[in-house]
Structure formats: C-alpha cells, structure tokens
C-alpha cells in the first residue's frame, strides 16, 4: 500500500511552488479552510473577527481525483483555478498553507490541526464532502460556519415548497422573486407575469450569430497543470485544451463579459440545438458559479444591469433559482436517502472506486430501469446525430447546456432504460460543473424519473419530432426524423413498458391515451427497435438503417 503523504506545495518544484511563497509559521489570529469549491474570499467576512487576521488552508487530493473517472477539463478548471486562487490570496497579504496529499481531506486536515490546532470552514455543498468530515467536525478539529454562497434561505424553501415531496419549484420561485425582489415593482411581477417561459422555446434559423467563446490564454501555472493532468491522470476520458478554462481572477472577468454579451439573445433561444454552435447564448459561466470564483449574487447584479429583454433576464434569473431550487432539495432529503421511493441496487460499471457512496448500496430508481450505460457516452459513435453531437461536446468540452442535457443525453438514456444511476455517475464524472448536490437533482429527479413525482409530474421524454423542431442535428444525420429515426419508437416503446406507472398521472394522460390508440403492429414494431437499438449499442455497435 502507498504510504501517505501530506505536503506543503514547497515540497513540490515547478512555477506554482515558486509563485507562492511557503508559510513559515508567522503568527496568525486563526485558520480558515476553503475547499475546491470555495474558491472566493467573500467567505470569510462572516468568519474572521475585527482586526484578526485569518490564513487560508486550501488542500489538493490526488484520492479525491481518482475517485472518479473525471473529464481531463474539469480536473485541470479546479487545479489551475485552485492554485490561482492561492497565488492571490497571498497577494492580499493573507498566509496561505497549501497542502497536497494522496490521501483524503481528512488527511491533510489531521496534519494542520496536530501542527495548528482547529480550523474554521465553511458549510460544503458536497454531500460526499460533508459524510467525510464528520468525524473531524465531531471532535471540534473542524468548525463549520455559515455558507455565504447561496442567494436564498432555507427557510423559503421549507415555508414555501415543505420538507417533504411532492417538491415543486413553482412556489419556490415566486418566494424568491418576492425576498429578493429581482424583476419586481410594487409586489408584482414586471411585466404582468412571473414567467416568459412560452417566448424562450424558439430553434435557432441561423441569425444572429452567437458570440465566440473567449479563448484564454496559458500561463506558467496552467501548463504545469496541463502536465500533471496528461501524467497523473492522463487515463481519464476527454480532451484536455486549457484554452478554454478561465483559471485566473482576469479569466473571470472575461467569461462574465462573455456571459453578458450573450444576454440579449439568451432567453429566445435558450431551447435550441444547433451543429453550428454548441453554446449558443449560453453564458457558460455554471462551472465558475459552482466553484464560486463568481458569486452567485455578483452575477445576478451584472444580469440584472443589462439592457437584455425582460424574457431573456427573466429566464435567467429563473436558471439561477433552479440552481438554489435543486440544492435545497438534495440537502433537506440528504441526498435522496429520506426519500420513500423505488430503490434497486448500485450498478457502477466504469473506474469509480467502489466506496464513492459507502453508506448507500441502492439507488432511486422508480422505472427499475437496470440496462447499463453504452460506451457510446464516452464516444459519440451511436448513429444518431443528435446523441453523438451532444457527446462529442462533453468529451472535447466537458460542457453541453442544459437542453442537450435533458432532452438528448437523458432522453435517450430514459428511453434505452439506462440504469439512473450510470447516468448520472456519467454526468457527474463527465461535466465540469457536476457536484453531487447539483447533479443528482438534475439527473436522478429531472433527467429521468428515477425519484418518481417528488420532482416532477412526468418524465421529460420526447420522440425525434422535439429534437427535429428545436435543433439541426436532423439535417445531417443518416435517419429520416419522420421516416426511419428510431427515437420515437423508443418513446412509444417507452411508455408501453411503464404504462402502468403512469396510470393515473394527469399530466401523462394525452400521451397514455395516444399510445392506447396506437396499434398493436405499430407496438410491436416499437418493441423490436428497441430491441435492436439496445443491443446494438450494448455491442459498441453503430446503428445505420
């Protein structure tokens, strides 16, 4: 067995070791320790007495990288980012001790706390995080304080939606809008209404052109970080192009201008797929928010000093809100485990070390949906344009937005009967802005139906007819969308197998009763495509007509 190791970043040679300067034991009034997703000294205002001065502990865990099989883009965005981040903190006069372990979080914190004694911190929003912790928070080797990150209480979530399902986000939504008062004027919604949800549903023609992503620029401690990914975790999926992360505070302000700019066109499509541009008016900026370099609130403030159209900021700010929505969820039912819903057994087939959830060996899974992940979420070799479109921007990017989340990776996924929680492991491995509180929601409640109607009234399953609609990925694929495409059998085949856990869901019924009128050669032949579509991509086969 390796033997452990806890070390200063002065122990390690190269640019980030000669740009932050070793801590040498200069008196300090207290330590407060920022994780991998704390990265923003707002956290400590409500922390650090007056006239005290606090050091900053920040930790690297090559355990905590292996864990998973994570995107080459999203573990060098959190190094690179991390490191940045210590290098400014010292710039601010602040001593920062920077530890890096094969170990865990809890290794590194035992070393400072037998040296120093406690350490404050911060409320993490990792549950993983949190169960790891415990016994460090137990014995007071750990404090945590109030997370300063979050743009609501829980407490208008739990007055306005309860703590126990069915959770619904509209009430939610409307509380928010009234404590915060974002797009209101004297108590009411501007503009007559709280959503503008039926303008933001447009495919996009062509015009306007979106912006082109910023492409950052490379220094010293982006390429030593761009090796030590190439060496140390040079087997994990996906493509490694520091170009495209912001990892200093200056990045930042470029990726928030970017955000910006694409404002005005945001909430009209904000719904469409297109092979000519993988973000559209996206703003791209979900990965900075969840590592907290950019406030939630300070984005609010730039979105809401926009001159965007009411739609497109509205849309927005209710993206945000979903955000807040999704992680009062997953903490009031501690990662689902309160939830009285369908459990199967844990099913992870890729290179996740088998204690990620040692406390949990089942899973929501209301549809008992058990057929694994295809390896074609790592290749994007299926077939069909619109899935291999999407996959090829996870693994070249580490990023879709959210539709081509939802209604083509999950879609396809609940129509194949993957199991929930391979799709969701995938996610959460495969995205930079995946962390459990934030993925899990979207996958296990939203993504598919695996909560049942905790979160949602109905799964969000469609045929090609809504991806031919909504995107151009029809256009050059070898499948007819009305012809030959076999997504809408899947969907018919869909709703056949589940009939019975939809009887009597209202929202369900037009599609129940639609499938009721179908024929039983049309079933059938719904049934053998997807036969021949699960078998196919269980053998890594492509699918051609």
Known sequence: MEELAVSTHASSIGSFSSSLLPYEDTPVDGWL???????????????????????????????????RPYHKQKLALLLSSQRHFAVEVQATGRPVRYLMTNGTYEDALNEHVARYGPVQAVAHAELELRNELKPLIQN???????????????????????????????????????ETGWLMEMGKPIGGKYSFDSENRFPWKGDPLPPEP??????????????????????????????????????????????????????????????KSRGLF???????????????????????????????TEGF????????????????????????????????????MSEAMPDVDEHPNHLR?????????????????????SVKSVMEEGWTHHIPRLMVLSNIGNLLDINPRELTDWFHAAFVDAYDWVVEPNVLGMGTFALGDAMMTKPYVAGSAYINRMSDHCK?????????CPITRLYWAYLDRHAPSFEGNFRMKMAMNNLKRRSEEEKTKDKLAFEWVSHALAQNEKLII
Not at 150 to 164: A, I, R
Request: charged letters at 20%; a negative charge.
């Open 33 to 67: 320790w920022l994780s991998y997703d704390q990265l923003n000294l707002r956290f400590i205002e409500n922390i650090e007495p007056i006239s005290s001065v606090y050091g900053i502990i920040l930790i690297e865990s090559s355990a905590k990288g292996n864990k």
């Open 476 to 484: 050059s694929c070898a499948f007819h969308p009305k012809k030959t």
């Open 282 to 312: 996206h703003s791209r900026l979900a990965a900075l928010l969840n590592l907290h370099r950019l406030m939630p609130n300070e984005l609010v403030q730039a979105v809401l000093e926009t001159d965007a159209p009411l739609n497109s």
């Open 317 to 352: 700010l209710r993206q945000l809100i979903w955000r807040e929505y999704v992680h009062h969820i997953h903490e009031i039912t501690n990662g689902f485990r309160t939830l009285d819903v369908q459990r199967t057994p844990s099913n992870r087939t890729f290179s996740w």
């Open 369 to 389: 949906q058990m057929n694994p992940l295809p390896e074609v979420y790592w290749r994007g070799d299926s077939g069909l344009q619109c899935l291999d479109s």
């Open 140 to 178: 007071k080797s750990v404090i945590i304080h109030e997370h300063v990150g979050w743009l609501t209480k829980s407490s208008w979530f739990e007055q306005s939606v309860g703590s126990q399902p069915p959770f619904r986000m509209d009430r939610f939504y409307r509380r928010v809008r009234h």
């Open 214 to 275: 910023p492409s950052y620029d490379s220094d010293e401690i982006d390429l030593e970080v761009e090796h030590l990914i190439n060496t140390e975790y040079g087997s994990h999926p996906g493509v490694l192009d520091m170009t495209q992360l912001p990892t200093t505070a200056d990045d930042v302000e470029t990726a928030l201008a970017f955000g910006m700019k694409c404002m005005p066109w945001f909430g009209r499509y904000e719904d469409a797929m297109t092979d």
